[in-house]
């Protein structure tokens, strides 16, 4: 089931999940509910604290559909479309193995996310490739942002660490 937000084409899914005494099966992507191509699938491990982003493409941006196969998350996705009415603006959730959820982030969106359980399997698929020479990272900490992560201890990457300021990102990329 799609799930409209206030942020122009970003959406939840409910997923279909069918579980038994044996385990469960869910379906995860229909590209003809959501009318995009995903040439790119990735997975990613992540201990428990660990905070991932917010990372964004500024060429060749990525529409991202996330799923989380185990464990939990609190998902992030910042809106930097600069014709967007909620540009600068985030949208978050819960994201995990339990509440069968998805979201689509579409292009022009920094994404980052908490990990809150001992681990935490993720699956994104993508509408473009990756370019690691387009990336950059949105500071997590942003007192301009004001995300409230919910776990007080954060493991992050030397990336993450240097990530720059929305009030920066706004001045270079006018």
Known sequence: MKI???FKNLFLFKNKHFKDQRGY????LKEKVIKKKFPLHLSSFSKQYVLRG???QIQDT????ITVIKGKIFDIALDLRKKSSTYG???SCILSENNAT???IP????HGFQTLEKENYIVYSCTKYWNK???ISIKFDDKDLNIKWPLKKKILSTKDKKGISLNKFKSIYK
């Open 133 to 135: 020479k387009s990336e």
């Open 107 to 110: 292009p022009g969106f920094a």
């Open 54 to 56: 917010l990372h964004l």
């Open 25 to 28: 099966f869910r379906e995860i």
């Open 62 to 65: 990525q529409g991202k559909f």
């Open 4 to 6: 409209k937000t206030k």
């Open 89 to 91: 603006k985030y949208y």
């Open 102 to 104: 998805s979201i689509y």
